[in-house]
Nanobody, 122 residues
Framework: VQLQASGGGSVQAGGSLRLSCAAA????????MGWFRQAPGKEREFVAA????????YYGDSGKGRFTIARDNAKNTVYLQLNRLKPEDTAVYYC????????????????WGQGTLVTVSS
């Protein structure tokens, strides 16, 4: 099983990025796919999640209003669109898969990608 996160980079405040998470190695049809982020010295934080089987996203406080999660079943890929970025959004962003569906706690996730770094400068 492999989750490959990509799309991170360095942007100025107010800019946008689109993160991608490509899933391979098994069928994730009944799984929830989530995005988390972790800033230096801080705990891993839930950003957003979505099921492969429906279009109902769920957002944590950090993801509401500026971020959008979406999926492309044909490509086995989940996206996280980051808009109006702020310096406090700087973190490593991780994608993960949970057999529990839409989950908000890291320990509820079974598989993790390697992370992609987002750096937002002021």
């Amino acid at each position: 099983v492999q989750l490959q996160a990509s799309g991170g980079g360095s942007v100025q405040a107010g800019g946008s990025l689109r993160l991608s998470c490509a899933a391979a190695g098994r069928t994730f049809g009944s799984y929830g796919m989530g995005w988390f982020r972790q800033a230096p010295g801080k705990e891993r934080e839930f950003v957003a999640a979505i099921m492969w089987s429906d279009d109902s996203p769920y957002y944590g406080d950090s993801g509401k209003g500026r971020f959008t999660i979406a999926r492309d079943n044909a490509k086995n890929t989940v996206y996280l669109q980051l808009n109006r970025l702020k310096p406090e959004d700087t973190a490593v962003y991780y994608c993960a898969a949970s057999s529990k569906g839409v989950a908000v706690l890291p320990h509820e996730y079974d598989y993790w990608g390697q992370g992609t770094l987002v750096t937002v400068s002021s």
